[in-house]
């Protein structure tokens, strides 16, 4: 059974839903195996937790809005 692991920072219900849908179709377009057969983990961490140039992603995600 292959395994697809994505971790990132909080994400929506939506994102993580096409992210499953698209991981799984470009997969199963380049390894031939079906689609049943995938099995795909997305691990989320707080956005408190990451930080990119010394900012948190909860900043960076603040100055963004």
Do not use: H, W, Y
Not at 37 to 47: A, H
């Amino acid at each position: 059974m292959p395994f697809i692991a994505f971790e990132s920072a909080q994400l929506s219900s939506e994102v993580k839903e096409q992210l499953i849908d698209r991981l799984t179709e470009v997969s199963v377009e380049v390894t031939g195996i079906p689609k049943e057969l995938f099995l795909v983990s997305i691990r989320e961490q707080p956005d408190d937790n990451l930080a990119i140039g010394g900012k948190s992603i909860k900043k960076i995600k603040q100055s963004l809005c």
